[in-house]
């Protein structure tokens, strides 16, 4: 399925890099997230956003900032990330402005902190 | 906020139906339940959703009880492909608030020959 794109699909950084994880929708959808899924853990909802604004932030630490700048573009910027922080990024859109529709996900960014 | 409680994991072999069962105690009127699939290193992908009694589309069944106190993900005659990590949810309609997207750690199912 090619609806929702992420690069890179794997990533591997230093705790002093900057790098930025990319999503794409291609479903003419309105709403986008980014979830954080760590090993054995479930899903968590990180960030959403509608219609290019932020809804909601789930206490996220700062060193994670999303950005937006359009309906079929979702990007999360990442400075100084911690070892703790290697998991396995998704995004996914769903159609209408409400958050919680059914969502459709990316395959997903693996990250790597060393 | 309808918190969602599923097995931790099951086993079945290839042919048979598998039922996954979902209790969601605190479900609200406006609240609809909805089960996705997840491979390993892939984004879950939505299979069905639901508001009562039965839903049916290619991939699976959804019974939902008139108290919609639980329900049950049937799938029938699982292949190997099935091998996978399902989820229910319990998101309320107008899905006024992420804060009740909460995914749960998901049924582990393996299918073996």
């Known amino acids: 399925e090619t609806g929702v794109t992420q690069t890179p699909r794997h990533l591997v950084m230093g705790m002093t890099n900057k790098k930025s994880l990319k999503c794409e929708q291609h479903l003419g959808h309105n709403a986008m997230y980014w979830y954080k899924q760590s090993a054995k853990k479930p899903l968590e909802l990180m960030f959403v956003y509608s219609l290019e604004e932020r809804v909601e932030n789930n206490s996220v630490p700062s060193r994670f900032s999303p950005e937006c700048p359009n309906s079929s573009h979702l990007f999360l910027h990442l400075h100084t990330l911690q070892p703790e922080d290697s998991a396995l990024y998704l995004c996914?859109?769903?159609?209408?402005?409400?958050?919680?529709?059914?969502?459709?996900f990316g395959p997903g960014t693996r990250l790597l902190v060393l | 906020l309808a918190k969602t409680t599923q097995p931790i994991s099951m086993d079945s072999y290839e042919g048979q139906e598998v039922n996954i069962t979902c209790s969601h105690n605190n479900i609200a009127t406006n609240d609809y339940i909805t089960w996705y699939q997840q491979f390993p290193s892939q984004g879950p992908r939505f299979i069905i959703q639901?508001?009562?009694t039965k839903v049916t589309n290619e991939v699976a069944s959804l019974f939902i009880p008139a108290d919609r106190k639980s329900s049950t993900l049937s799938l029938p005659r699982v292949s190997l492909s099935d091998t996978a990590v399902y989820y229910c949810?319990?998101?309320?309609?107008?899905?006024?608030?992420?804060?009740?997207?909460?995914f749960g750690s998901g049924t582990r199912l393996s299918i073996r020959p």
């Open positions: 949810l319990v998101v309320g309609a107008p899905y006024s608030s992420a804060s009740k997207i909460i």
């Open positions: 996914a859109s769903s159609p209408g402005t409400e958050v919680g529709e059914t969502q459709y």
């Open positions: 639901g508001y009562k």
